[in-house]
């Protein structure tokens, strides 16, 4: 569909520049804020969320110039600074005016680590700060899930958890701005750093965007990921699947080894089938996102709070889950403060290193990991996206394969996805590299650690 409908095209648009080179993360702040609404959100062939090119284009060039992975606009340090300068600035996660780890007692439950996500949004509702928060829920239609402006508190709370499959924000933005309410939006790190460079691109928005809440964000895959969690808890066939929980807590079990639940249609009834997280596809990013392997920020570093899992001890033996917060405006720190205050939420200061050591494996993946990546596209004459960090040779052989292993397993996976539209086959089909890659990995770190030379 792209390109052919007549519309001007600027060289340089979103659909040349992004999309055909594999870098689109599905953000939708492009279609979101098109004049012309030349743009619609639509699954590819292999299962990830783009734009499509629907008519109408004028070439004015404001879907590029919003686009995360364009390479025009300010990047995620310019746009940090100009919010937050008065917080001190913290190598990989980002200003920082304090950092913490806790849970907010009502949200806990039903949150993916401690539930303080939800419970910032909440209190936003309540004190009026906002008319509503872009979150992402379940919905019932065909994608599954999708970006809701939650309005009151118990639509916010549907929305809680991780949900490990693509939502596009331009229905929920285009509404909200042309309904002037004022939004607070969660989002991972792309799509702030997309709504930053929109806001002062498109006015309307502007005068509508709240506080940002962001999710620190290792990767996202594409639906195929979720084909796969239902096909091994049983569901007889992928288009029956009606709803998914990605991450179920379980008592006596730590956080990070999540069961799943899927509901599916069987005939006029529906029936939930049980099963365990597919880590096996998870860490080697089998079906993961072209642009996560060209992705430098994990902790949403534009976002006015960023909340994230707890992955180190004490908390990694607590099964009810804890998030982690980075602080940036003051409004935040405030609003914290005051459920701290008024015992609604507990929080213990943490250190930005022990953030950083909960964050370990993303945060190489996104620093030396891309840096090898951005020096491997500079030898072999393809294209890449402008980084903030500098291409260079990652020294440490097995780790640079390891690495290199795993891009092509996302890229390999994906590919075989849109093939055969079996999701475990394409599993299967990068079964050789998975091990290569984990054998690699683990050699790697039973070595002596060695800085990396470029
Ligand atoms: C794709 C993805 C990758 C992540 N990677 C990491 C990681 O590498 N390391 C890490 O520590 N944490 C990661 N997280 C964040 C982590 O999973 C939790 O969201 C975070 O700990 C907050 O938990 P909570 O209990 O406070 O949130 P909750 O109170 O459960 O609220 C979660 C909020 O996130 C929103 N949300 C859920 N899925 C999406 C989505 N796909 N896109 C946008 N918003 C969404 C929900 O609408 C809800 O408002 C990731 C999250 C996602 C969605
Ligand atoms: S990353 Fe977002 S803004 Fe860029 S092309 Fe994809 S959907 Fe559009
Ligand atoms: S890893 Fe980066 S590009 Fe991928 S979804 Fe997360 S924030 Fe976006």
Aim: net charge positive; hydrophobic share 45%; with cysteine.
């Amino acid at each position: 569909m792209n390109g052919g409908t007549g519309s001007k095209r600027a060289v340089g648009d979103v659909l040349h520049a992004v999309v055909e080179r594999g870098w689109c993360s599905g953000c939708g702040v492009c279609a979101a804020a098109c004049p012309a609404d030349a743009l619609a959100m639509a699954p590819d062939a292999e299962a990830a969320l783009v734009p499509h090119d629907v008519g109408g284009c004028t070439a004015c060039g404001r879907c590029i110039a919003v686009c995360p992975f364009g390479p025009h606009g300010p990047d995620e340090d310019a746009l940090a600074a100009q919010r937050f300068a008065d917080a001190p600035r913290h190598g990989g996660i980002g200003h920082a005016r304090a950092c913490a780890a806790g849970f907010a007692a009502t949200e806990r439950a039903h949150g993916a680590s401690g539930g303080l996500a939800t419970w910032t949004g909440v209190r936003l509702l309540e004190s009026g700060a906002v008319d509503a928060v872009l979150a992402v829920g379940p919905v019932a239609d065909g994608r599954m899930f999708a970006y809701r402006a939650c309005s009151d508190v118990a639509a916010l709370r549907a929305c809680s958890g991780s949900h490990y499959h693509q939502a596009s924000l331009d229905e929920a933005l285009r509404a909200a701005v042309r309904a002037r309410s004022r939004v607070a939006v969660v989002g991972v790190p792309c799509t702030i750093k997309a709504l930053r460079r929109a806001a002062s691109e498109w006015p309307a928005l502007a005068a509508c965007l709240g506080p940002c809440l962001g999710l620190a964000c290792g990767q996202q895959k594409t639906h195929a990921f979720t084909a796969l969690l239902a096909q091994r808890a049983g569901v007889p066939h992928e288009a029956s699947v009606r709803t998914v929980r990605y991450r179920i807590k379980r008592d006596g079990v730590p956080p990070h080894r999540f069961g799943v639940e899927v509901g599916y249609a069987t005939g006029a009834a529906t029936a939930t089938a049980s099963g365990e997280f597919p880590f096996d596809a998870w860490v080697p990013r089998v079906f993961t996102l072209g642009a996560c392997e060209w992705c430098d920020d994990l902790a949403a570093e534009t976002a006015d709070v960023t909340f994230m899992d707890a992955w180190v001890e004490p908390y990694l033996s607590e099964p009810r889950g804890t998030s982690i917060a980075i602080v940036r405006s003051a409004e935040m720190a405030a609003l914290l403060e005051a459920g701290v205050a008024d015992g609604s939420v507990s929080l213990e200061a943490l250190a930005p290193d022990a953030v950083r050591v909960s964050q370990a494996a993303g945060l190489s993946y996104k620093s030396t990991g891309l840096a090898d990546r951005l020096w491997r596209a500079a030898g072999s004459g393809m294209a890449a996206p402008r980084k903030r960090i500098a291409p260079g040779r990652d020294r440490r052989i097995l780790r640079s394969l390891a690495n290199r292993l795993v891009s092509d397993v996302a890229r390999a996976s994906r590919r075989s996805f849109a093939l055969t539209g079996d999701a475990e086959a394409a599993f299967r089909a990068t079964t050789i590299r998975r091990m290569v890659a984990s054998i690699a990995r683990s050699l790697d770190a039973r070595l002596p650690s060695r800085g990396r030379t470029s």
